[in-house]
Nanobody, 121 residues
Framework: QVQLVESGGGLVQAGGSLRLSCAASGSIFSIKPMGWYRQAPRKQRELVAGITSDRRTNYADSVKGRFTISRDNDKNTVYLQMNSLKPEDTAVYYC???????????????WGQGTQVTVSS
């Protein structure tokens, strides 16, 4: 089994910053893409940012220039630095990791439990 544990959410004023972390542990041979989705009340879950194992990144248009995704492959951890936060960034943020549990296994996607980010105006 693989577990993803998130941390770093909270309440911040508009214009402020937060840094989310997500650490993967368990039966891991290698981790392919990692990243973050978010879901606001009454909205669908949307991709925020993703990063490949060789650190190629992609971002939602709404966060480009404000959020930065990074990863530490030695620690199996992905980070999301969020700057210039806006009230519309308020959501539950979920990390994901695409994992190979053995050398010849298939790939499985695992999710974190979610962390609340609230941006006040």
């Amino acid at each position: 089994q693989v577990q993803l544990v998130e941390s770093g959410g909270g309440l911040v004023q508009a214009g402020g910053s937060l840094r989310l972390s997500c650490a993967a542990s368990g039966s891991i041979f290698s981790i392919k893409p990692m990243g973050w989705y978010r879901q606001a009340p009454r909205k669908q879950r949307e991709l925020v940012a993703g990063i490949t194992s060789d650190r190629r990144t992609n971002y939602a248009d709404s966060v480009k220039g404000r959020f930065t995704i990074s990863r530490d492959n030695d620690k199996n951890t992905v980070y999301l630095q969020m700057n210039s936060l806006k009230p519309e960034d308020t959501a539950v943020y979920y990390c994901y990791a695409v994992v190979a549990v053995a050398p010849n296994s298939g790939l499985f996607t695992y999710w974190g439990q979610g962390t609340q980010v609230t941006v006040s105006s």
